[in-house]
T-cell receptor
């Protein structure tokens, strides 16, 4: 079956620090990969996505590259801001019969001024 | 509406009570999903509708859980005889595409969720 394993949190960084949140996956076929962000009191929002191997998704300074050889989709940002404090979820959807997203357990990020 | 609206935002129920959670998807959205998010965990799939048809209910944890979308717009998730392990945030998400087109190429819009606490 499909599964997503994320780096456990919480992660606490100072403003302008470099961020990496690790994500690895198990899936049959050729999944598409996503990062979602959940701010306090709000719904999940798509942050970025990649639909095939070697694709790089990017948005708001965040990046993640679909690495099929290591089954990974690590999230990175060069300089985090206080406003990036949120919970980040890695997820996949399989291009086969499954319709639903499979999520990792989430990583809480706190950025201190 | 502009987004996916869920109500109530918070619900406290005594064990054994029935609850109903409502989801108003974005107008015209074909696909509608329900997810359950336990504290400190990622969302887990419950069920999927394409218009009024419930195409997948494989994630519903027991026969106490029931979902409907009779007119292909608003959906209700009903939990009968609630148990403490049902305490979670229930998320609804919708998409303008049907499943045949959407895998990887489309975006789900999530509501803010309904937080259920069973005492």
């Amino acid at each position: 079956g499909n599964s997503v394993t994320q780096m456990e949190g919480p992660v606490t960084l100072s403003e302008e620090a470099f961020l990496t949140i690790n994500c690895t996956y198990t899936a049959t076929g050729y999944p598409s990969l996503f990062w979602y962000v959940q701010y306090p009191g709000e719904g999940l929002q798509l942050l970025l996505k990649a639909t095939k191997a070697d694709d790089k998704g990017s948005n708001k300074g965040f990046e993640a590259t679909y690495r099929k050889e290591t089954t990974s989709f690590h999230l990175e940002k060069g300089s985090v801001q206080v406003s990036d404090s949120a919970v980040y979820f890695c997820a996949l959807v399989n291009s086969g019969s499954a319709r639903q997203l499979t999520f990792g357990s989430g990583t809480q990020l706190t950025v201190l001024p | 509406g502009a987004g996916v609206s869920q109500s109530p935002r918070y619900k406290v129920a005594k064990r054994g009570q029935d609850v109903a959670l409502r989801c108003d998807p974005i107008s015209g959205h074909v696909s509608l999903f329900w997810y359950q998010q336990a504290l400190g965990q990622g969302p887990e799939f419950l069920t999927y509708f394409q218009n009024e048809a419930q195409l997948d209910k494989s994630g519903l944890p027991s026969d106490r859980f029931f979902a409907e979308r009779p007119e292909g717009s608003v959906s209700t998730l009903k939990i009968q005889r609630t148990q403490q392990e049902d305490s979670a945030v229930y998320l609804c998400a919708s998409s303008s595409h049907g499943t045949g087109e959407w895998a990887g190429a489309n975006v789900l819009t999530f509501g803010a969720g309904s937080r259920l606490t069973v005492l």
